[in-house]
Every structure is written in structure tokens, then in C-alpha cells.
């Protein structure tokens, strides 16, 4: 196909950059936005020349992707209607709010030969994008991502709004089934936990201790991983990147003995990237790197480490 003919349902923060995403690529027509809330879906509309729906099941017969930004609660319905009519859907983290809808939608994209991708940014930032080659059976992970309060998708805790992305990127990385969890986290300005600090045990071995906050003064996005004869510090923010390596096996007697490289990627626009790579599978291109089954994985853990805080 030519041209995808391309809508967004939800039109809130993050469907506006949807919107506007699917409107700049050149292969994709954005035809239409689905909103309940008919005077901001109107106006945004409006701004971009297309169609304003106050139903998302209007979408079908009409267009041949979708991107799913609504509040999660809403996720497996939406999805369900699209991919049954066999419409391809690009769909916010977190997927759904549990594992037995995320293994539905799975299934059903499966059965219908559809397109089912995840958004989960992160993995199309440059500093990790860089790395993932020489990460080798990492040992230990530990990530922070802190950010100040922002006053949207409250409607799930910090660990299926934050954390979920470095879950996601330490099982690309580790490549091992969860065997255990130890959490805590606190509810501070919400009713959600704000913050929230989770060690996570791998069948292989590795271990990786990850926190995130809601309530912070500033923004900090980094990874540490830990492998042998190696440790890769990334600034995921700043999109920069530093790897330490051994020289030789024998011990490191000074810093001489260490290879130290430092990486700086340009700044980029990941949704864009996500957008585009999303439309690409859809043509017929590779499939996506996050494909439902492995957005069900990052779900399964947050929601693993969601009910330990609770216990």
C-alpha cells in the first residue's frame, strides 16, 4: 500500500503527538481522531484537516492503522474492536490493565494477521540503541527514573507509568524469564503509588534493582549494566551513553587497564521513529520491536511488582 490511511483515538497529551506524528510521515494519511469528549476531539481535528469521531468503532472500514492513546482502563476494548475488524494498532503502555487481556489481544492480532505494537519509547533512544549489541549476559541492572509531577495518567501507579519502560529495555537486555520480585512504594500526592523501588531476580541469575519517582524536581533517566569484564553507564534523558571494558582478563592494576568510550547521540524525535517503524510493519516491513507478546512481558512484571508493594 501507498498510503496507510492512519487514525488516533484519544486525543489527550499524548494522542495530540500521535496526531501529529502520523500527519507528518509521508506515508501516512491521517483520516480521522476519536475522542468522547467531542469539543477537544473537534478542535484538534480541525487543526489538522481530518474527520472528528465521538465513537472509535466509526474508524473501521475507513482506515488501516490506529494509534491507541486513551487511559489504560480503556486499552483492551478499543484494541479489541479494531483488531477483530482487522485494523493494525499501535497501543500506549501499558497495554491493558492485565495479562489476561494482553494475552487476548496477542491472540486475536495473531489470528487476524495484524499488526500489534506496543509504545514503548525507549527502545528507539539512540544512547540505548547504541549499546544493546554489547551488552552480554548482564549480571546486575540498576536504573532511576525520576521525574517532577505532571498531572496525567494518574489513573495507573508510577510503576505501569515510569517503571514500565526500564522493565521493558532490562528483559531486552537480560533475555531471561522473571523468577521473583521484592517491591516497595508509597502513594505521597495521589491515590496511585508515586514512587516505588523494585529488585527483580531473573532464572539467569541477574539481578536488577529499579526505582522510579513522580514527585521530583528533576528529570533523570539512567541505566547501569553490569556484565563481566564490562559496566555501561546510560543517560537516557540526555541521550548520552559511557561503556568501561577490560583490556585483558588478567586484573585491572591501574586505569590504564580500563577502555573507557563515551557516546553522544543528536537529539531525536523517538516517537516519530516509533511512529514510523510502527507504519513500516504495517507494510509489510519487519515486524515491530515491540510486538504484543513482549509488551505483555513488561506488563506481567509491573504488574508482579504492583502487587508486591500491596503485600
Not at 499524548?14 to 468522547?36: P, Y
Not at 521493558?168 to 514512587?195: C, W, Y
Not at 583490556?247 to 580500563?258: A, Q, V
Request: proline content about 4%.
Amino acid at each position: 500500500m501507498d498510503q496507510i490511511r492512519t487514525a488516533v483515538v484519544g486525543v489527550g497529551h499524548m494522542g495530540r503527538w500521535h496526531a501529529d506524528k502520523f500527519a507528518a510521515l509521508k506515508n501516512s494519511h491521517l483520516v480521522a481522531l476519536a475522542d468522547q469528549d467531542g469539543d477537544r476531539c473537534r478542535q484538534l481535528a480541525s487543526e489538522f484537516g481530518v474527520d472528528a469521531l465521538n465513537d472509535y468503532r466509526d474508524l473501521i472500514g475507513q482506515v488501516d492503522a490506529v494509534s491507541i492513546a486513551t487511559p489504560t482502563a480503556s486499552h483492551f476494548d478499543i484494541a479489541h474492536a479494531l483488531l477483530d475488524s482487522g485494523i493494525h494498532v499501535l497501543i500506549e503502555k501499558p497495554m491493558t490493565s492485565t495479562v489476561e487481556q494482553a494475552r487476548e489481544l496477542v491472540e486475536l492480532a495473531s489470528g487476524k494477521n495484524v499488526v500489534l505494537q506496543v509504545g514503548h519509547l525507549e527502545r528507539f533512544n539512540p544512547a540505548i540503541a547504541g549499546l544493546t549489541k554489547q551488552v552480554d549476559n548482564p549480571q546486575f541492572i540498576e536504573s532511576h527514573r525520576i521525574s517532577p509531577y505532571k498531572p496525567r495518567s494518574l489513573d495507573v501507579s508510577v510503576v505501569l507509568d515510569l517503571m514500565i519502560h526500564d522493565i521493558d529495555l532490562i528483559h531486552s537486555l537480560v533475555r531471561s524469564p522473571m523468577a521473583q520480585v521484592e517491591a516497595t512504594g508509597k502513594e505521597i500526592i495521589t491515590d496511585n503509588f508515586d514512587i516505588a523501588n523494585a529488585r527483580i531476580r531473573f532464572e539467569n541469575g541477574c539481578v536488577a534493582n529499579v526505582t522510579s519517582s513522580r514527585i521530583s524536581f528533576k528529570t533523570e533517566h539512567k541505566l547501569r549494566i553490569f556484565q563481566s569484564n564490562a559496566y555501561f553507564s546510560i543517560d537516557l534523558f540526555n541521550k548520552k551513553a559511557t561503556s568501561y571494558h577490560k583490556k585483558s582478563e588478567g586484573p585491572i592494576r591501574s586505569p590504564m587497564d580500563i577502555k573507557i568510550s563515551k557516546s553522544s547521540a543528536k537529539k531525536s524525535d523517538a516517537l516519530l521513529v516509533q511512529s514510523e517503524a510502527f507504519l513500516a510493519s504495517v507494510a509489510g516491513g519487519p515486524p515491530p520491536v515491540v510486538n504484543g507478546r513482549i509488551g505483555m512481558e513488561a506488563l506481567e512484571t509491573a504488574l508482579a511488582i504492583t502487587e508486591a508493594i500491596r503485600h
